[in-house]
Structure formats: structure tokens, C-alpha cells
């Protein structure tokens, strides 16, 4: 079962999106420079539709997406999940970040408005980085469209 570590409310892990962040426990990559280390362990509050619900409906007023960050070790749950979301609460726009090389054949792109895919590499960067393995894409139907990143200035 995936578990909520904790949550916030962020403007810039998604282009243009409102996003309530969800934090996943129990990640299996354990990328090296991780700047989350805390979510290897495997500890937080169930991550189920009647506690996902709750979340959402408290900061629907304010954000426009929902974003799964991580839970790797069950694709599975989080296309439920998004799946559930998107049944539930029209016009709200799911997210899933993922440390996977590939996504993986549980997952139903069109669950998701926005995916990224690929473990953090320290010497490669992340995904403003010109060098990154990382990558974000926009969903369109079963489509998917790359989103490329500026590089941060300083």
C-alpha cells in the first residue's frame, strides 16, 4: 500500500499548475544525492481514495493538479489513484513523478495530464539541467509530448 509522507502545496514542479505535491514513502531508487532521503523509509498515512479525497476537496478551491511524487514500487496504485481522481473531480489534472528509467505497463497514460520519468543522476542534474536524463511530458490522450526546461540562472 503506498503511503503519504506529506504534501504541499507548489507552483513549480508543474508548468503553469497549482499543485498539491503529494510526498510518497517507501521509494525503492535510492538515487544517489537524492534531495528527499527521507521518503526511502517506509512510514506516513495510507495514500487510499478516502484520504486522497479528503486532501483534495480541502485545497480544490486553490490548485489545479494533483501530483503523485513517487510510488514506484506500486505503478499500479498510482494509476488507480489517478484514475479515481479523474473520475471524481472533473477538471483537475494529475501528475505522477516517477524515478522509473520507463513507464511502466500498469500505468495508463491517459490517468495523467503530466509525467516524468527517470532517477535522478547527481552528475547529470535534474530536469533544468541541460545534461539531465530526466524528462516531463505533457500527456495527450495516449500521446506524449516533451517538456523542455529552461536552465536556472545561477
Not at 32 to 37: E, I, L, Y
Not at 67 to 81: R, S, T, Y
Not at 146 to 152: D, G, L, N, T, V
Request: glycine fraction near 8%; aromatic fraction near 10%.
Amino acid at each position: 500500500m503506498l503511503k503519504c509522507y506529506n504534501f504541499d502545496i507548489v507552483c513549480q514542479e508543474i508548468p503553469e499548475e497549482v499543485t498539491l505535491a503529494i510526498n510518497i514513502s517507501a521509494c525503492p531508487n535510492r538515487c544517489k544525492g537524492c534531495h528527499s532521503p527521507w521518503l526511502w523509509k517506509d512510514e506516513g498515512v495510507p495514500l487510499d481514495e478516502s484520504f486522497l479525497s479528503l486532501l483534495v476537496e480541502k485545497y480544490l478551491s486553490g490548485i489545479t493538479c494533483v501530483c503523485f511524487m513517487g510510488g514506484d514500487q506500486a505503478p499500479d496504485e498510482v494509476n488507480a489513484l489517478a484514475a479515481f481522481l479523474k473520475g471524481k473531480f472533473s477538471g483537475l489534472k494529475t501528475a505522477w513523478y516517477s524515478g522509473l528509467e520507463e513507464i511502466p505497463s500498469a500505468i495508463t497514460v491517459d490517468n495523467f495530464d503530466f509525467i516524468k520519468i527517470g532517477p535522478y543522476i547527481e552528475e547529470l542534474g535534474g530536469l533544468r539541467s541541460a545534461t539531465t536524463n530526466q524528462r516531463l511530458y505533457r500527456v495527450d490522450g495516449s500521446s506524449l509530448s516533451q517538456i523542455a526546461f529552461a536552465p536556472k540562472n545561477g
